[in-house]
């Protein structure tokens, strides 16, 4: 059974710093695209970044320049480092895995960027 699992979200001050994380099971971690996204209350989910197999990265316009997606094939996880943080960045955030036409979800991290 597939299950990701996210983590590292908190609050944290405007212009702060944190790093999501996202550990995945059950699946061969290597060979999925992985994405975040997020999703406010009464908002439909949106994309934030994405990281291909092979590590091609892509960012929404919003986060490009402060947030930065990574994976580890070794630990079979996938990172969001998010800098410059600011208040509208304020949302939960899901990790997706992809390949082929099966899609996973993670069940999301809350960030709270207040002061």
């Known amino acids: 059974q597939v299950h990701l699992v996210e983590s590292g979200g908190y609050l944290v001050h405007p212009v702060g710093s944190l790093r999501l994380a996202c550990v995945a099971s059950?699946?061969?971690?290597?060979?999925?695209?992985m994405s975040w996204y997020r999703q406010a209350p009464e908002k439909e989910r949106e994309y934030v970044a994405s990281?291909?197999?092979?590590?091609?990265?892509n960012y929404t316009d919003s986060v490009k320049g402060r947030f930065t997606i990574s994976r580890d094939n070794i630990r079979n996880r996938v990172y969001l480092q998010m800098n410059s943080l600011k208040p509208e960045d304020t949302t939960v955030y899901y990790c997706?895995?992809?390949?082929?036409?099966?899609?996973?979800w993670g069940k999301g991290t809350q960030v709270i960027v207040s002061s």
């Open positions: 990281i291909t197999a092979v590590g091609s990265t």
């Open positions: 997706k895995g992809t390949y082929a036409t099966r899609n996973y």
């Open positions: 059950g699946l061969n971690f290597r060979m999925f695209a």
